[in-house]
DNA sequence: CCGGATCCGTTTCGATACTG
DNA sequence: CAGTATCGAAACGGATCCGG
């Protein structure tokens, strides 16, 4: 409770999860402008907590990639509903993604987004995100 | 999203919803000991989020009690993933309310949470709490 | 008394510059 | 590109004071 607590924590959260962000400069480049000495305390600070793990690469020392553990992962759960209530029921935007989410079926979503995670994915980042696979199978059922 | 990136607006809604807090005094003898200044601050905040309302007594000047507005009440859920979360699946402490509300039915729990902020109590506050009754049901179900 | 304002030393922030 | 160093500005939080 005491990590997402912190708003910066929880939106490093937020772009690992459901934008599938993975490295040091692409979370600096967010939407919400952290600044790198608070991005690396952040990042160290998730790290320690167990809820993400720093993976540098072996061949390229600058190279170094961010990834949820599985106790991350069980944050999933925490971050939809964060969403949910963010929205406040409000319908403005039809081609917000997060509405068409939240017109589908919860477990589903949960499913979906936790299998893609673990597969390196994420909700709506990259080709094979829990979003994409979705929809394709909202358009079977119908 | 931004009230609940505040671990004080955060933890606030948690001492309103699960333990039926009202009154600045009882905020303030919280377990996380959070200023006097801060705590203004962050009721003032939450009061022109429209997440919670002041109503001071018309008998009492002294008297100002906080509730949550529907907006707060919707907050529910999201404090309920965050507990589930918290407890990170760990089984420490038996006699932990919050052990026993995990155990049950997760749409029962959050039905009879937002029935008893509604009638202004909370999930473990008060005789009328949510938790007392869900536990009553129990054992007539048995 | 109780809700809140004021004051003040300390911590944290955030932005830019810089290093390997 | 990943991360440090630095620094002025802001926020914190703890103690104390004030008004109804």
């Known amino acids: 409770m005491e990590t997402f607590g912190d708003s910066w924590s929880l939106l490093i959260m937020r772009d690992l999860l459901t934008l599938g962000k993975h490295t040091f400069g692409e ?16 990042l160290a600070r998730l790290e320690r907590g167990g809820i993400i793990v720093r993976t540098p690469s072996e061949t ?13 992962i ?4 925490l971050l ?4 949910r209530w963010g ?4 319908r403005m935007d039809t081609d917000d993604p997060w509405e068409a989410v939240m017109a589908m ?14 597969e390196g994915g994420s909700l709506f980042g990259g080709e094979e995100s829990a979003f994409a696979r979705l929809r ?7």
């Open 105 to 118: 079926d919860r477990d589903e979503v949960l499913a979906a987004w936790h299998r893609a995670v673990r």
């Open 87 to 90: 929205m406040g029921g409000v």
């Open 136 to 142: 394709a199978r909202e358009r079977v059922v119908r």
């Open 60 to 72: 390229d020392a600058r190279k170094v990639t961010y990834s949820a553990t599985e106790r991350g």
């Open 27 to 42: 979370f600096l480049r967010s939407e919400e402008r952290i600044g790198p000495s608070v991005l690396a305390d952040r």
């Open 80 to 83: 939809y509903e964060a969403a």
């Open 74 to 77: 069980a944050a999933i759960p």
